[in-house]
């Protein structure tokens, strides 16, 4: 129910807000994690925390004479993914705002389910492979990407340590819902081993991550999305904390925009 509240609201209305920021952040991912999917022309695919449904749409394009189901628990972006695929005029490509962990999915109708980032939000994982597994067919396939370790990834580290203006704040849980609830390998592999899957691979991947074309495109949106970090400072500490970002944003910018480096696993799997 946390996850429902939180994305089928304020943090979901965010995310669609900004949701062409959010696919540039990631593009440098897309295509290997499609190539992995293996998606051909009749394919029936499941993308699982779709968002704004761009993975759905890529993968509608190589599934031409197939079918993409993208579901997500955020009605704002479900909205958004079902207008811009009618805008591109992708038919095939249908949304729905559906638990991934409960819904009745047709057993074994995917030829592969997908997902970019999203399965580290489960509440309860197990039940939730568990489900996703019952819907695709045996044999069919499972292409993921998750997270690595935090120490692995600049941006996490570099803006949490910036906009702590000095607290000592938590560590980012590796356990429960979060970005780094699938990041340790050992983990993975026995839960999807453990929910019907087999073959388990990861494959270690690093690309650098887009903020923004330049410092004031970068700090406006890396501030609004962290904006509980600074929530509790008082004026002079946000000021500094923000000039502090300012000035590491300004070390990090290319001729390509803001850039900071990070770190993912992409996961594949079989359905045994």
Not at 85 to 90: G, I, N, S, T, W
Request: a negative charge; glycine letters at 8%; one cysteine or more.
């Amino acid at each position: 129910m946390d996850q429902l509240r939180a994305w089928d609201g304020n943090q979901g209305e965010f995310w669609a807000s900004r949701a062409d920021r959010f696919d540039e952040g990631v593009a440098a991912y897309q295509d290997a994690l499609l190539d992995a999917a293996r998606i051909d022309r009749g394919s029936k695919v499941l993308d699982i925390g779709c968002g704004s449904g761009r993975t759905s749409r890529d993968a509608a394009r190589r599934a031409v004479g197939g079918s993409v189901l993208g579901v997500d628990l955020s009605s704002s972006m479900i909205e958004l993914a079902r207008g811009l695929a009618a805008r591109e005029e992708l038919p095939n490509a249908a949304f729905e705002q559906v638990d991934a962990q409960v819904h009745d999915f047709p057993e074994a109708h995917f030829d592969v389910a997908i997902s970019r980032h999203g399965v580290m939000f489960f509440g309860d994982p197990v039940a939730a492979f568990g489900n996703i597994a019952r819907a695709v067919r045996p044999g069919g396939r499972l292409a993921l990407l998750t997270w690595q370790p935090a120490e692995r990834i600049e941006w996490m580290t570099a803006f949490r340590a910036l906009l702590a203006a000095g607290r000592d704040l938590p560590e980012p849980p590796s356990t429960g819902p979060g970005p780094l609830s699938l990041s340790d390998p050992d983990v993975i592999r026995e839960l999807l081993s453990a929910t019907g899957f087999d073959d388990v691979r990861l494959h270690d991947l690093a690309e650098p991550m887009y903020f923004g074309r330049d410092v004031d495109d970068a700090c406006d949106f890396i501030t609004e999305q962290h904006a509980r970090l600074l929530a509790d400072l008082d004026e002079d500490e946000k000021s500094r904390a923000i000039a502090d970002l300012r000035a590491d944003l300004a070390e990090h910018r290319t001729e390509r925009g803001v850039r900071y480096d990070s770190a993912a696993w992409l996961i594949e799997a079989r359905r045994g």
